[in-house]
C-alpha cells in the first residue's frame, strides 16, 4: 500500500472514531499521523457545532500543538482523575487486541494516559493489523544512565537491539530518555518479554500494550471501516 492510499485509510478510521467523542467528555488523544487526521476532525466540529469538551489530555508536543491550534484547551493528565475515552494510532495489534505501540517514540506517555482511560480505541489501516504482533521493532525507553548497559543486556538475550536515530544522533524522547528498539519477528510470548521488560532496571516504558484496547476501527482497502469490539 502506498502512503497516499494509507494516508486515505488513516483519515477514513480516524473520521469514524470522532463520532465517539460526545460534548462534556473528559478525552485522550494519542500521537501519530492517524491521529493527527482525528484532530483536525475535532477541530472542524470544534467549529462548526461548538464541540466542548471537559478536559482534554495527550501524548505528546505535537499533538498539543494541533489540538490548541483548533482552540482546545489541554490539560495535564496528572490534574484529571480519569479520562473517559482515549483514541490512538497503533503500530500493529493482534487478533486479541494486543498491541505494540511507540513508533513515534510517544509510548510513556501514551501508555500513562491509556492506563487512565476508562475505554481506549485505536484507530489504523488494516495494514497493521496481524495474527500475532509482528512486523515492527518493539520500542523500549531507557533512561540515559544505564543505556549502554541496557542495550549490552538485550544483545545477550538476544533481542537484536538498535539505537532509535534522529540523523546521525540519538533520538531522545519527550523525558529525556533513549529508545532501543529491540528486533523480534514475531514475538512469541508478548506478555512474558513485557514481564522481564518490566522488570528490568534503566527501562522506563516499553510499546507492549498488553490488554489496555477495548474498541478498534479499522479501515480497509474496500473501503469498509470495521469497528471491532
Ligand atoms: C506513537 C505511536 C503511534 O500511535 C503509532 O506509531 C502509529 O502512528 P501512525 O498513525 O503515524 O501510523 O504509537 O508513539
Known sequence: MDKEEQDRLKKLAAVKAAELVKPKMKLGVGTGSTVAFLIAELGRRKKEEGLELAAVVTTSSRSKKQLESY????????????????????????ANFD??????GALTMEKNVAVNSRQVVWIVDESKMVDHLSGFPLPVEVLPISCEQNF??????????????????RFVTHYGNYIIDLNIDPIPVPSGLADYLDHTVG??????????CN???????????????
Open 71 to 94: 482552540g482546545f484547551q489541554v490539560d495535564e493528565l496528572a490534574t484529571v482523575d480519569q479520562l473517559d475515552l482515549t483514541i490512538d494510532g497503533a503500530d500493529r495489534i493482534a
Open 99 to 104: 498491541g505494540i505501540k511507540g513508533g513515534g
Open 152 to 169: 549490552k543486556l538485550f544483545q545477550a538475550e538476544g533481542l537484536n537491539p538498535k539505537w532509535r536515530l534522529t540523523g546521525n544522533k
Open 203 to 212: 527501562v522506563v516504558e516499553h510499546g507492549l500494550f498488553l490488554g489496555m
Open 215 to 229: 474498541e478498534v476501527i479499522i479501515a480497509h482497502v474496500n473501503g469498509n471501516i470495521e469497528d471491532r469490539k
